[in-house]
């Protein structure tokens, strides 16, 4: 029984969502309190954390944003690799296509619609780094709602799960070139090290090396710290390394259950780190969620018209664009009222346009106001019921089959 209860909290992010409660309570029960457990410092180096007096400070924040989060995104990064093998969704250039302007169109509508907002409101110059906090999807989120809209043998939701890949995959490539880490050195020739360690994975692959730990504490340890001492987010620090690993050379499917069954290194890492990363985004939630209500401001409603209405409307156009004037199709099963509904449902932002904010802009009401707009996002889980109500759309229900849960 308790088994059976910690696996359903692991597999429906409610350690996440237990964390950013926690977080959201405590920031307005003693501000005070909370703030001082962020900052609170482990230990000072000359090298890497938050600038203070000449040093830098690994704080608990720093801890869990900058060097653990690197596990969630390197299990997002091994999800789009496995995408792009034989076999995968991302290699088919056909199958892909509608999927992947569709993300492109569900990150160019918010942005759009966010810049022009902040320019109407004349506050352009201030909001405008937060672009691509509305660009979002939460994978896990959407998933979890999609499958209660359309049932677990929807064509639905296989095209969900793969827009949210795409999504993901551009995500990263953002947070990679738009937002340097404030503070860091920002020496460009430390992207040398993520080289290095991509050369060092190919070598310890080619020696037949089949522990993921050889490639997270050498070539990962070496590319995360490329990556923040060249003032790029250090969360995406394990990506390069992902490739090297050993593999199987066709994918299953997103998020397939036989995946669970495969003994190569990179799917024995993903098995090893799963459950620890869901603890990983309760700390996320926990040290990321805990604004003040009264911090809500003109970027909290710029992130939520963004999400709510540019998302679904970017995300239906450039899928009926692909679909039908550049004569690519839908898939069997996906009409127009059901993209929209997939459109809706991809507005929920929250694990990652939260993450985004925090880099967006410096501590402080906006961030906060911009952390409320990424927490309100859920309301989307709200909409996706209505207008599946309202368009009539059908359930379709089957066993699970390949899909299974994963961020």
């Known amino acids: ?16 969502i237990v964390g950013a409660l926690l977080g ?9 309190s909370y703030e001082h457990l962020l900052e609170l410092p482990l230990f000072v180096n000359n090298l890497i954390g938050v600038p203070h007096d000449g040093h830098k400070i690994i704080t608990l924040h720093f801890l869990v944003n900058d060097i653990l989060m690197a596990f969630f995104f390197a299990i997002a990064g091994k999800e789009i690799w496995e995408a792009t093998l034989p076999g995968g969704p991302l290699h088919n250039p056909k199958r892909a296509a509608v999927p992947i302007v569709a993300a492109v169109g569900g990150m160019v509508g918010p942005a759009l619609i966010y810049l ?196 679904p409307i970017g995300i239906w156009l450039s899928a009926m664009f692909t679909a039908k004037v550049l004569k690519f199709g839908l898939p069997e099963g996906i009409d127009g009222k059901v993209m929209l509904v997939i459109g809706i449902t991809a507005g929920i932002g929250f694990t990652v346009a939260l993450f985004v904010a925090t880099v967006a802009f410096p501590k402080g009401t906006i961030q906060d106001a911009a952390k409320m707009g990424a927490l309100a996002s859920f309301s989307a889980a709200i909409l996706t019921f209505i207008f599946a109500k309202l368009l009539n759309i059908k359930k379709i229900h089957g066993e699970e089959g390949a899909a299974s849960h994963s961020h």
């Open 116 to 311: 022009y907002g902040a320019h109407l409101i004349g506050q352009y110059e201030t909001l405008a780094n937060g672009w691509a906090i509305p660009c979002a999807t939460d994978i896990a989120f959407s998933y979890m709602i999609a499958r209660i809209v359309f049932g677990a043998a929807h064509p639905a939701i296989s095209f969900l799960l793969l827009l949210a890949i795409a999504d993901d995959a551009l995500g990263l490539l953002i947070l990679a070139i738009f937002y340097p880490q404030p503070g860091a050195d920002g020496n460009i020739w430390f992207m040398l090290l993520p080289v290095l360690a991509i050369i060092i994975g190919l070598l310890l692959r080619r020696q037949r090396v089949h522990n993921f730990w050889w490639y997270i504490l050498v070539p990962g340890t070496i590319s995360w710290f490329g990556f923040a001492l060249a003032g790029l987010h250090p969360a995406l620090g394990l990506l390069p390394i992902i490739p090297t690993m050993p593999h199987e050379h066709v994918d299953k499917g997103l998020f397939n259950w036989e995946e669970m069954n495969l003994s190569d290194t990179l799917n024995r890492f993903e098995h090893w780190w799963k459950n620890p990363v869901e603890l990983i985004l309760g700390l996320f939630g926990l040290f990321n969620a805990g604004v003040v209500f009264n911090a809500i401001g003109p970027a909290t409603y710029l992130i939520l018209i963004g999400l709510l209405l540019g998302k």
């Open 24 to 32: 959201l309570a405590w920031a307005n029960i003693d501000h005070e």
């Open 1 to 16: 029984m308790i088994k059976r209860t910690l696996n359903f909290l692991l597999e429906n992010s409610a350690f996440l």
